[in-house]
């Protein structure tokens, strides 16, 4: 810029220059002098208007120059004022997206809000950065529910104690007492059978020790123990978007929500609602692709906001899940272990890149043989190089629970007896019971804790901790103890 700015003035000199030759020339005598004389006074004339016209042309360039001298020296000011201004606005557009992503929890029995026009939903999200040992201080897992009967994920009571020392008010004889609050879609779920209400009625509290009683009473402390958790972090509303219900699943028949959690037998799950919603008669006819890839099942956000509203209110809303490190290990064999034309190259290639020193070419080609090392790695990586997959997301990012009042909480060590459960009390057909069928792999070994500590025990003291401290909602929400007794 200044170069091109001195080339105009030097121009504009040359130009001057030429001009006061032009005029120099073309001066006339006055009357009456004579012709010397005439010279004298042109060349005078010449003389003054010439210095004056270059004194006044280098007035002009000097002021010039100085400007150009100070705006060069500005120029840097003002490239790092429009950096820091454009930073900021992207800082901003990022905290208003991070606003969009964030909703803030509201303690049991706040008000749903669906507003008539698209609004600008807060999510509740435990990705958001939290004080884990703050939390970890709040909640103790060695003795986080002194009340739950299905502590360790185990449903026995302690030897020589009657169920009465451990029993809870029974939320259908005594409505208001200490639990969790009573929804009326939970009410509804327990007096389904009049049958259970006459036994549970009439049965004397020491002495019930029938398994309905004792689901029931595991129902209960489950749902209590969600409740205190999430009682930690409230706020006035609490807006339900349609992301937050994109993975449940609509029966409308029997007035049925699942929210579906990978890896804790969610295949079995779409095939029962399949033969509820009449597509098939039976589960043992639904192959693996035809639940995954055509069930024609309906999902809670193809619904509008009025919709959603009504079958949040009055539909049983039920979950279930799984211990989450044997979840996670069950997730890895399921997807980097056997062939998949999907996961290998769309997450197999880019975590084989990033961490694994010396790749093979094939490997990078095909995106096979990832180790758990590998995955985990990728997986507590806040700069992944792919992003985060269903079956190893957070059941608290999945479902919920938090803002979602679950109705019926079930694991997947008893998914049997508490799905079949659950069936008698919506009223499903009778000869409809929970399959057992293990879809993909059947030749392989079911996950179990065995299998999954043998995988973890190819990570250092470390990595177990974080990948714990990853999942730690989980483990705190649902009452599942820690997998390691080296972990805090």
Avoid at 94 to 114: N, V, W
Avoid at 122 to 147: E, G, H, M, R, W
Avoid at 464 to 474: A, E, N, S, V
């Amino acid at each position: 810029v200044a170069h091109d700015a001195l080339y105009v003035s030097d121009s504009l000199l040359n130009d001057l220059f030429s001009y006061t030759y032009w005029v120099a020339g073309n001066l006339e005598p006055i009357p009456g002098d004579s012709k010397h004389k005439a010279d004298q006074i042109q060349m005078k004339n010449f003389r003054t208007f010439d210095f004056g016209m270059v004194a006044m042309d280098c007035k002009v360039i000097d002021r010039g120059r100085r400007c150009l001298r100070l705006a060069t020296m500005r120029l840097p000011y003002i490239f790092m004022f429009l950096l820091l201004f454009s930073a900021g606005g992207l800082l901003l557009l990022l905290h208003l997206q991070y606003l969009t992503e964030t909703i803030h929890q509201q303690a049991p029995g706040g008000k749903l809000i669906f507003p008539q026009q698209q609004p600008l939903v807060f999510y509740y999200s435990f990705l958001v950065p939290y004080n884990l040992s703050l939390i970890k201080s709040l909640f103790s897992l060695q003795d986080q529910c002194p009340y739950c009967l299905d502590n360790n994920t185990h449903t026995s009571r302690p030897k020589g104690q009657k169920l009465s020392r451990v029993r809870q008010v029974n939320p259908l004889i005594h409505p208001k007492g200490n639990g969790p609050q009573i929804t009326k879609n939970y009410r509804k779920l327990l007096l389904k059978n009049s049958a259970l209400l006459r036994q549970l009625n009439s049965t004397p509290a020491g002495q019930a020790s029938n398994h309905i009683h004792r689901l029931t009473q595991i129902q209960h402390s489950r749902r209590k123990l969600m409740r205190d958790v999430c009682a930690k972090y409230r706020s006035l509303t609490r807006t339900v978007s349609r992301r937050q219900v994109s993975r449940i699943y609509v029966e409308d028949t029997h007035k049925l929500l699942y929210c579906e959690v990978p890896k804790a037998g969610c295949s079995n799950w779409k095939r029962v609602l399949m033969v509820l919603q009449g597509q098939a008669s039976s589960t043992k006819e639904l192959r693996h692709e035809q639940v995954h890839y055509a069930n024609h099942l309906k999902r809670l956000d193809s619904f509008d906001h009025k919709q959603i509203a009504h079958r949040l209110n009055t539909y049983t809303k039920v979950l279930f899940l799984r211990e989450p490190f044997e979840r996670l290990v069950s997730a890895f064999r399921d997807k980097f272990e056997s062939p998949n034309s999907y996961y290998h190259p769309v997450f197999g290639k880019p975590i084989i890149a990033k961490y694994r020193a010396n790749a093979s070419r094939s490997a990078l080609l095909t995106g096979e043989g990832v180790t758990f090392k590998e995955f985990i790695q990728y997986l507590l990586d806040v700069r992944r190089p792919v992003g985060m997959d269903i079956h190893w997301e957070r059941v608290v990012q999945l479902c919920s629970p938090c803002l979602i009042n679950y109705d019926f909480i079930g694991k997947f060590e008893t998914i049997e007896e508490e799905a079949n459960f659950l069936l008698r009390q919506i009223g499903a057909p009778a000869n409809l019971t929970f399959p057992s069928f293990k879809d993909r792999n059947p030749n392989a070994a079911r996950t179990s804790s065995r299998i999954t500590q043998e995988y973890f025990s190819q990570l250092t003291l470390n990595e177990r901790q974080k990948t714990y401290d990853f999942f730690y909602m989980d483990y705190l929400m649902f009452n599942y103890s820690r997998p390691f007794s080296d972990l805090h």
